[in-house]
């Protein structure tokens, strides 16, 4: 990986609901499948099409982006409950994928940060579309993702998805 061609995007969002709750639903592949409108395919290779992603989960996601098919299979790199996870492209359009999701108890809320990090293969014109079109992209995808889980997790809507916790 070229270290002048990566992109490194970071947002982050206060929650006003536990910690454990927040850490939960944003592993929800039901959630993360409602946010970027994708779908978790069952392959030969992959561990994960449903329920809350864990350590070494692989999980392949399929649907329509920016009007292209798209496929992306995810490895959770790294995990520790209620407080990080990081998910890895292991397969995909970019050259290099990334997504640390980072979980930080602030009194009665939770502040979640994101960092993404991409490059994409093409030169000088993915080092063009990165900048114009998929950061942009990813951006507004990372602000919806923050918007959906804050209206979930202050709700009862979580129970939607977290049906087993108290």
């Known amino acids: 990986m070229h270290q002048e061609h990566l992109f490194v995007l970071e947002d982050s969002t206060h929650i006003a609901a ?6 939960q639903l944003s592993c929800s592949l039901a959630i993360v499948e409602r946010e ?6 069952a392959t030969p290779d992959i561990t994960r099409t449903s329920g809350l992603a864990t350590a070494g989960d692989r999980i392949r996601w399929e649907g329509w982006q920016l009007g292209f098919w798209n496929y992306h299979v995810s490895l959770i790199s790294a995990y520790r409950p209620c407080e990080f996870f990081q998910d890895t492209m292991l397969a995909g359009r970019f050259r290099f994928f990334q ?8 009194g009665a809320e939770v502040l979640l940060k994101d960092t993404v990090r991409f490059s ?5 014109a993915g080092q063009l579309a990165g900048r114009f079109i998929l950061a942009p992209h990813i951006a507004a ?10 209206r979930i997790a202050e709700s009862d809507e979580w129970r939607a998805y977290l049906p087993h916790a108290a």
């Open 18 to 23: 536990p910690l454990e709750r927040v850490f």
């Open 36 to 41: 970027l409108g994708m779908r978790p395919v």
């Open 99 to 106: 997504h640390d999701h980072s979980f930080t108890a602030a």
């Open 120 to 124: 994409l293969p093409w030169g000088w």
């Open 141 to 150: 995808l990372m602000r919806r993702r923050f918007a959906l889980l804050k």
